[in-house]
């Protein structure tokens, strides 16, 4: 017990211990208690930084990475920013993702609405799984309890759940791919704020949408429970351009189908001319 406190409170023991070990099962665990290491927080960060770039075990790397979930300062969110949009293993960017999802930072928001929007030309995490991970850890940030002050009050966190909805919102009005949209706009829902009802709004009643995404927002309208969402769905039962579209508004909303339009009065024609009289006399029959 006492050399297990001793590498948790000491960083060079720890590192001492890590390396020295050859199992992998027991690197796995030791990378578990790296979110427990007390002292200075940039020490250990480096520690897992040195693990996460160093074994040759991807599990043992990805729980490293992981462990920075936590850890505070500037010096760790740097090395974050380093395996989400630098030349790493699809694990370890993938992990540096998941673990930003944790983290109450505003620049852990930025790197991930960069990871989620950035498009194929351009350089970094541009895999629709890491820009998916992406928005599913925007989505983890909006529904995390609130951290806890010193006297044990919840944190002010709003501003940072602020950001990643609209972060999330700019990826529904990119223009895809489809299934990033999708993606976006249930994460939206999943969070289970009013305030997201006007975003999905204004995507599905847009001039020239895909209906596909319409369909979808429609549906994860229907199953949110603010009323702002039921009345979005009669906007957009009235307002979209698709009958489909408004169709699917009107079973969700237990409305009848949507009558036909009435039709009309036949288009004008001059009214028939009256025929003169004939002045030809009447045929009489003669009788014998």
């Given amino acids: 017990m006492s050399e297990l406190f001793a590498t948790l409170t000491a960083p060079a023991v720890f590192r001492g211990s890590f390396r020295a070990e050859s199992d992998v099962t027991r690197r796995c665990a030791l990378a578990n208690l790296l979110p427990l290491g007390e002292g200075p927080s940039a020490e250990w960060a480096e520690i897992a930084r040195e693990i996460a770039v160093s074994d040759p075990d991807p599990e043992v790397r990805?729980?490293?990475?992981?462990?920075?979930?936590?850890?505070?300062?500037?010096?760790?969110?740097?090395?974050?920013?380093?395996?989400?949009?630098?030349?790493?293993?699809?694990?370890?960017?993938?992990?540096?993702?998941?673990?930003?999802?944790?983290?109450?930072?505003?620049?852990?928001?930025?790197?991930?609405?960069?990871?989620?929007l950035r498009a194929p030309s351009t350089p970094g995490p541009t895999s629709l799984a890491h820009r998916t991970a992406a928005v599913t850890a925007l989505g983890r940030i909006c529904i995390l309890p609130a951290p806890k002050n010193a006297d044990g009050s919840p944190l002010d966190d709003a501003a940072l759940r602020t950001a990643a909805i609209d972060a999330l919102a700019q990826v529904l009005r990119a223009s895809g791919p489809h299934s990033l949209q999708v993606a976006a706009a249930q994460t939206l829902v999943a969070t289970g704020r009013a305030d997201v009802v006007p975003v999905l709004l204004a995507k599905a009643l847009e001039a020239d949408p895909d209906p596909r995404l319409c369909l979808t927002l429609v549906n994860v309208l229907a199953e949110m429970k603010p009323p702002e969402a039921r009345r979005a769905l009669e906007d957009i039962a009235r307002l979209a351009d698709q009958l489909e579209v408004r169709g699917l508004a009107r079973r969700r909303l237990g409305l009848p189908p949507e009558e036909a339009p009435a039709t009309g009065p036949a288009p004008w024609a001059p009214p028939p001319q009256p025929t003169a009289p004939s002045t030809a006399e009447p045929t009489r029959s003669r009788t014998r």
Wanted: with cysteine.
């Fill in 62 to 116: 990805r729980r490293a990475v992981l462990s920075l979930a936590g850890r505070p300062g500037f010096e760790t969110a740097s090395i974050l920013r380093e395996f989400v949009q630098g030349d790493v293993d699809d694990a370890t960017r993938a992990a540096a993702i998941e673990a930003c999802g944790s983290r109450r930072d505003p620049a852990a928001v930025a790197l991930l609405a960069d990871a989620a």
